[in-house]
């Protein structure tokens, strides 16, 4: 079967249609734009491509999903966020940062040869998030600064430095973005794009906490796109696409909850 090329203006074709080799490549083409992203995740398709390609659109079988209902939580993380989170040394928001967020996850990683989160991605789904229909969860790092480090850092003229914030008060508290993920939300169905971490588990926090909020919300899943080893001993599991899809068309219709709140207050047992 031939690829079929999507030129601006041009629907998507079915998913149905997708090839078997490279299996799930439904098309490709070179629209970017807010319109093309949201016309694709409602029909169960995304951008997946690397810099000096054109943009490729997926839609896999199985998919990748998690239930909110089946999401598992280690005994240690469970643990390391209560801690954290008592202590104060952690802060969990939300679309307080989502430029930072996507910025940080496209940084270069060891296990991988670049990152398909190019400029033009990039600056689609800050269009999406302009939107109220992408979102992010940050974890920042909560530090008590004392005098000499607030002077310290005036002296190197990094006071303002990218990821982090301080309060009014220039003694005080002071934040550090050090985990986070996002992702794009039709109806009752959020999509994860992608995650990072600077500190041991943050991530898995940041995802638990985004669990229980979708949980309260009555998400029908989170789409995590491939089949990996650390999504599965987290309770994510492949189904088939056309179930994929069926759940899709009901609960993207779904009224979408209100986003607008920024703190996440997590309840673990």
């Known amino acids: 079967m031939k690829l079929a090329w999507v030129a601006p203006g041009q ?3 079915s998913p149905q249609h997708a ?14 734009s807010p319109a093309r992203l949201l016309e694709a995740y409602g029909q169960g398709i995304f951008p997946w491509y690397s810099e000096g390609q054109p943009v490729l659109w997926w839609s896999p079988d199985p998919r990748m999903v998690l239930f ?23 802060e969990i928001t939300l679309d307080q940062a989502f430029e930072s967020v996507m910025r940080a996850c496209a940084e270069p990683r060891p296990d991988q040869d670049g990152t398909w989160i190019t400029e033009d991605i990039l600056q689609a789904y800050v269009g999406l998030h302009d939107q109220g229909l992408a979102h992010s969860v940050e974890v920042w790092a909560i530090t008590q600064d004392t005098q000499d480090t607030i002077d310290a850092r005036i002296i190197r003229g990094t006071s303002d430095a990218a990821g982090a914030e301080d309060t009014e008060d220039p003694v005080g508290p002071s934040r550090t973005l050090i985990a986070g993920l996002y992702g794009v939300s039709l109806g009752r169905v959020f999509f994860g794009e992608s995650m990072f971490t600077r500190v041991r588990d943050a991530s898995k926090a940041a995802l638990t906490v985004l669990v229980q909020q979708l949980r309260e919300w009555q998400f029908a899943f989170i789409d995590c796109q491939q089949q990996t080893a650390h999504l599965a001993s987290m309770g994510a599991r492949p189904i088939a696409r056309d179930r994929f899809l069926h759940i899709l068309s009901q609960a993207s219709r779904l009224p979408a909850p209100d986003w607008s709140l920024t703190h996440l207050n997590p309840s673990l047992p």
């Open 11 to 13: 629907a998507l074709p």
């Open 68 to 90: 909110p209902e089946e999401f598992r939580v280690s005994r240690s993380l469970k643990q390391s966020l209560r801690r954290a989170l008592q202590r104060g040394q952690w």
């Open 19 to 32: 090839l078997t080799d490279p299996p799930g490549l439904v098309a490709a083409g070179m629209d970017l």
